[in-house]
């Protein structure tokens, strides 16, 4: 996480400052426990498991960079804690009979980035090793998982802007398999990402130069097109973490954290249409700000959370340590509404 991008910085001491876009806010209705490491910048990425049986009983997925994964209850409370040093990014996807696969970003050698795999036990809250399959040359950084009927792809985003489509194999009787199939490659430091499955779309965040698309197929051109620019008003750089939640057969909405305003951009598929803006502000819970990673699932997670879960990495939780707050997407849809009307 850079806490100012070279290009906001430029326009500060310019005197130019850019004037964000309208911005609603919405507050937390619950926050996890904090991440072990105190006074360092430490929590990062969360990703979300919906218990369709009971969704109240769902469960989120969190890093602490310096010091390994977390499994947090939807009150907050630390369920587990898997040590393992610096893991960056995390994502995880269903795959039915195989059970839930969490992956994330390893960088605990910055030369050799590799993607630590675990099954999630959704009954204890537990992550359960699997094994690690290779994420490319250089720092680890980012990650984002895509499933199609066959095939469990991750796409292992280095700092450097690489981005590694990795197909991952996971037999029921040995140790995961990953195999790099292509090569992507964006100009400066690159972070979020997220794929759309109806479209096979890649989205990937370059921290000071917005998002880009990219089709997710291996056959697929390696060239991406710039969808959302950094603008300094609708985007403000960095441009951080990315969550999707589909709807219909193209609709519904891409989220981007804009680090450098501590708020959240959103944009309408499949066009990619600014459609708001929200920030998380300080109510019975805190506020959040310089957020890295957020996640996004739709349906109800209870009454609390009745039409989808956002969740957000909060990089200052004074006096306690980072942690990651829980907004209701009902609350942001409604905010967005009032101040269309």
Known sequence: MLRRSALTAALLLAGAAPASAETVSVTARGETAPVGTAQADAADDPAIWRDPRN???????????????????????????????????VDLV?????????????RNDEARARLQLYRLDTRKGALLPLGAVEGGAGEAYGLCLWRTASTL?????????????????????????????????????????????????????????????????????????????????????????????????????LVASSQGDNAYALYRLPDMAPAGRFRIAAGALGATQETDGIALAP???????????????????????????????????????????
């Open 94 to 106: 269903d795959t039915g009979r195989g059970g839930v696969i969490v992956v994330a970003s390893d």
């Open 153 to 253: 792809f991750a796409f292992s985003v280095l700092k450097d802007g690489a981005v590694h489509q990795v197909r991952i194999d996971l037999p029921r009787k040995a140790a995961p398999a990953g195999r790099i199939i292509r090569t992507l490659k964006l100009a400066t430091q690159t972070e979020g990402c997220v794929v759309d499955p109806r479209t096979a779309t890649l989205y990937v965040g370059e921290e000071a130069r917005g998002i880009w698309a990219f089709g997710a197929n291996p056959r697929a051109s390696a060239s991406g097109k710039l969808v959302a620019p950094v603008d300094g008003a609708h985007l403000v750089a960095d441009t951080e973490g990315l969550a999707i939640l589909p709807q219909g057969r193209r609709g519904g909405w």
């Open 299 to 341: 349906g109800s997670f209870g009454r609390t959370y009745p039409q989808g879960l956002f969740v957000a990495q909060d990089g200052d939780n004074s006096p306690a340590a980072q942690n990651f707050k829980l907004v209701s997407w009902r609350d942001v849809l409604l905010a967005l509404r009032r101040n269309k009307d």
């Open 55 to 89: 969704p109240a009983r769902s469960l989120i997925v969190g890093t602490d960079k310096k010091a390994g994964l977390y499994v947090y209850g939807l009150d907050g409370q630390v369920r587990h804690f898997e040590a393992a040093g610096r893991l960056n990014n």
